[in-house]
């Protein structure tokens, strides 16, 4: 299975902890067909790695 991996630089986004961990917790507890799936995290140094479904199509491409 793909997925989408979104990477975060901790050092870089030290004033974004509260904003990270609260989508973390939303996309964790969302089971909306319309929202992206959140699988999993991982830390690995001082990058965080957010697991999430793969899209197929971009918002563009459903609007337009």
């Known amino acids: 299975e793909r997925v989408a991996v979104k990477i975060i630089n ?5 004033d974004e902890i509260d904003e990270i961990q609260r989508e973390i917790s939303f996309l964790s ?3 909306d067909l319309n929202i992206t799936k959140y699988y999993s995290s991982h830390v690995r140094g001082m ?5 999430m479904e793969l899209l197929v199509a971009s918002l563009s491409d459903m609007v337009f």
């Open 10 to 14: 901790l050092e870089e986004a030290i």
């Open 29 to 31: 507890e969302c089971k």
């Open 47 to 51: 990058k965080l790695w957010m697991i």
